[in-house]
């Protein structure tokens, strides 16, 4: 259920959604979700001083319920 909000939530402002990827897996802190975009997206999910990240993490963090969960925004470009 996180999984695929979150993906709805990026896939509506980035200019490739057919890009948008985003995986699950267990971290040492409970579940960690991992958002894959385009190159060309990144500036735009990360936003102006990582407002539009750290406002995706909080709107994960209430669906969650309580329970922990991370938002990794994962640069693609990087080797």
């Known amino acids: 259920m996180l999984t695929e ?3 709805h939530l990026v896939k509506g ?3 490739e959604p057919d890009a948008v990827r985003v995986a699950t897996r267990p971290g040492r802190r409970g579940q960690l ?3 894959r975009v385009a190159p060309a997206d990144l500036g735009r999910v990360i936003g ?3 407002r539009t990240a750290r406002a995706l ?3 994960m ?3 969650a319920r ?3 969960v991370r938002v990794d925004i ?5 080797r």
């Open 5 to 7: 909000a979150l993906e």
């Open 13 to 15: 402002f980035v200019d």
């Open 33 to 35: 979700l991992e958002v």
């Open 48 to 50: 102006r001083g990582g």
């Open 57 to 59: 993490r909080t709107v």
């Open 61 to 63: 963090d209430a669906l």
């Open 66 to 68: 309580g329970k922990d």
């Open 74 to 78: 994962v640069d693609t470009d990087r």
